[in-house]
């Protein structure tokens, strides 16, 4: 495509030569001049000046004293993300099942969704139009999946919660009986595992993405676009509000409430029954706690040596003091 084409279909504006043909997308280190690389953090912008890509797409207020070939957006990721596909179609799937995946009695499958091979879907499944399973991967019975949902390879929709009552001794299976509901245009990465609920429901909201090996576990319910990383694992009960985000490797004890727009960074630990304020709120460490706490606490840690030294020299000094008096 020429880089006018591209500017014209994002409806954003173009310098530079507009009939440059542009091949393919590059990251801005590699890129090269039939390639087009975006940059938006700032890192980037001071890299973007000596990229050798053919086109930029860079911030409304990027400067270009040079005349480079470039397009203007208030998201160049956001840009490019939509470029991708234009320049590097991704296959897709055909429509069906596919012969070698095993699929139960009574299932409920849109036509024009798509089922790779050693897929196992259980009885009484339904699958909404334009959703895709990758190869491997396991739905248990009861399971239902909305419409243009993404689940990749590994992931096991619908296994039993981790629920077992103490009793005489040993441990007793406290029976899963509940369901997974999972709603439209939510992607779930390569194995995820998403448990049934005791009782009632395991809920994934519209829009939601979890990342490679997210653990959501019974009776949470998970909001609107969400974004969970990967290795984050969430204990049950727990109640992540619409549009919240969380890190990697965070862990979550049951019945956690994480309020809508709120943000937990990665490596956060949140104890059980714990209610994090959202709004763009910030949470990090362990016990998580805001940002700002989070980051003083992290300070002072770092002046502890110096505080030692400081409390050993006090020591001497008073030690001495103690000599003098006494002799």
């Keep these: 495509m020429k880089v006018r084409e591209i500017a014209e279909r994002l409806g954003l504006t173009w310098e530079g030569d507009g009939e440059r043909e ?48 470039l397009i203007r ?22 429509p069906g099942i596919h012969p070698a995946a095993f699929i139960g009695a009574d299932c409920d499958i849109a036509a024009d969704a798509s089922i790779g091979p050693l897929c196992v879907v259980g009885d009484g499944v339904r699958i909404g139009s334009g959703s895709l399973l990758f190869p491997g991967v396991t739905v248990y019975p009861g399971v239902e999946i909305g419409q243009r949902v993404i689940i990749h390879s590994g992931a096991v929709i619908g296994a039993d919660g981790f629920g077992f009552v103490f009793e005489e001794g040993r441990y007793e299976k406290f029976p899963q009986v ?17 448990d049934r609920a005791a009782l009632g429901v395991t809920s994934i909201g519209d829009g939601t993405k979890l990342d490679n090996l997210v653990h959501i576990a019974h009776n949470c319910r998970i909001g609107r676009h969400v974004v969970i ?47 994090l304020r959202g709004g763009g709120e910030v949470w990090w460490g362990t016990p998580a706690r805001p940002l ?26 008073l030690e001495e003091l103690e000599k003098r008096r006494g002799s």
């Design 178 to 194: 509940g369901r997974v509901v999972i709603g439209n245009d939510v992607e779930i990465g390569a194995n995820c595992t998403i």
């Design 229 to 275: 990383a990967a290795q984050t694992g969430l204990a049950g009960g727990t109640v992540i509000e619409d549009y919240a985000v969380i890190g990697g490797q965070v862990g979550m004890g049951d019945n956690v409430t994480v309020k809508s727009g709120a943000v937990v960074g990665s490596g956060a630990g949140i104890l059980s029954s714990k209610v």
């Design 73 to 94: 957006s208030k998201d160049p990721r956001a840009a490019c993300a939509r470029v991708i596909p234009w320049l590097h179609p991704i296959p897709q799937p055909p």
């Design 22 to 69: 542009v091949l393919r997308v590059a990251p801005l280190d590699t890129a090269g001049s039939g390639e087009l690389a975006f940059a938006n953090s700032r890192r980037a912008l001071r890299e973007a000046q000596s990229s050798a890509a053919g086109c930029l797409l860079v911030p409304l207020d990027f400067p270009n004293p040079g005349g480079r070939t």
């Design 292 to 317: 700002k706490e989070y980051l003083e606490t992290l300070a002072s840690v770092g002046r502890l040596p110096q505080l030692r030294r400081e409390v050993d020299q006090l020591r001497r000094r």
